[in-house]
C-alpha cells in the first residue's frame, strides 16, 4: 500500500508513506487508492481512501493537509486543518504534530523533506515548471523561516516520471532553455525526430543539491512504467483514457 525511504523511516519523531495505487476503494481507471480530490472518482471514494492513508499515518481524518495544486513556486505555512478552501500552493511546511503534509501526483516529483533536530517538516510538488520557477527552494526557505537549517535537512523523491520515458518536444526544450540556461545535461535524445527525453528526477535532485541540504535520496520510482503501483498522467494520455487516479505522499511529525 506504501512505500519507505530509510532516509525517513530512521528519523525519530516522523512518519512518512509514498503510497502506491493499492490498497483503496475506487474502482475503473481510478483502482483502487486514489487520492486525488480533484479527479472525477466518486467522492466518496476517495474519501474512504484518504481516510485509510491518514489512518496509516495516525493521523485524524482531516489532518490529512493538502493544497490546491497549480504548478507554482509557491510553498505555504500549515498550522491546522484548512476551512473549505484549500489555498492554491505547491509546497507545504509545519511544526505542528499530528498534522500530515500530503502532495498529489500522478508522474510530477513528490518531495519530502526533514529536519528532525528543529522538528520542521515540508512537501513539494515539483513538476518540471514548478521545479524551474522555484518550487523547491521555496519550500527550503519557509522550513528555514520555522527554524530548520538547510545542511540537517534530508529530501526524498517519490515515484515520479523516469528520464527513459519522458519525451519531450522542442518547445518544452526551448522554453527549458530559457528559463533554466545551462542544463542540457538533462535531456537526451528522443525517439522522435526533433523530441527529447527529460530527466526530471536528475533536475530535482541537481537544484536541490545545489542549494545545499544535507541530503537528497532519489527512490528511482518510475510512475509511467509501472502500472501496477502508481498511477500516470502521461499514460493515461498516452490511452486517452478520460482520467486518471493521483498518487499521495504525506509526512507528519508524531503527536
Known sequence: MFIQAPALSS?????????????????????????????????????????????????????????YQVHSPDAVLVEGPWGPERPKADAMVTRVPGLALAITTADCGPVLFADPRSGVIGAAHAGWRGAVTGVLESTLQAMERLGAERSRIVAVLGPTISHAAYEVGPEF????????????????PGETPGHAMFDLPGFIGARLEAAGIGSFTDLGLCTYSDEERFFSYRRTTHRREPDYGRLISAIALTP
Request: net charge negative.
Open 11 to 67: 528519523l525519530p519523531a516522523i512518519r512518512h508513506a509514498f503510497f502506491t495505487r493499492q490498497g483503496g476503494v475506487s474502482e475503473g481507471i481510478y483502482a483502487s487508492l486514489n487520492g486525488g480530490v480533484g479527479s472525477s472518482d466518486e467522492p466518496e471514494r476517495v474519501q474512504e481512501n484518504r481516510r485509510r492513508m491518514a489512518e496509516t499515518l495516525n493521523v485524524a481524518p482531516d489532518a490529512l493537509i493538502s493544497v
Open 173 to 188: 526544450v526551448q522554453r527549458f532553455a530559457e528559463e533554466a540556461p545551462g542544463h542540457e545535461r538533462f535531456f537526451r
